[in-house]
């Protein structure tokens, strides 16, 4: 009897868990600013800007689509559902190389 029990529970466990999931790139909508009014979300962070090490340091992209990916998998593993105010700017350097992109925005959980 024991064992049955262990066994339901072990079931039920794996079924609520399964349905934990966290959120998934491809979950997270870019919106932009007059898609939304304020009350309609609530931020998350903001990505890329809030820590101290953005003083130092910011990650750099080859192009804008690697940026708003990179910013998309960090909402994700946020658990936010959505990115606002998103922006990507362009720079090549003190002398001119290859041009990176910067990319930020606020991760957001909408309700």
Do not use: H
């Given at each position: 009897m024991r064992?049955?029990?262990a066994s339901l529970a072990a079931i039920v466990s794996a079924a609520i868990m399964g349905g934990c999931a966290s959120t998934?790139?491809?979950d997270v909508k870019?919106?932009?600013?007059?898609?939304?009014?304020?009350?309609?979300?609530?931020?998350?962070?903001r990505i890329w800007v809030e820590s101290w090490r953005t003083a130092l340091w910011v990650p750099t992209y080859?192009?804008?689509d690697d940026g708003i990916a990179?910013?998309?998998d960090k909402a994700a593993?946020?658990?936010?559902?959505?990115?606002?105010?998103?922006?990507c700017y362009g720079d090549s350097g003190l002398?001119?190389?290859?041009?990176t992109f910067t990319c930020y925005g606020k991760a957001i959980e909408v309700r």
């Open positions: 064992k049955r029990i998934t790139t491809e870019i919106y932009s600013a007059a898609q939304l009014r304020q009350g309609e979300y609530e931020t998350v962070k080859s192009s804008r990179a910013l998309r593993s946020l658990d936010a559902n959505g990115l606002i105010n998103v922006d002398f001119g190389g290859s041009q």
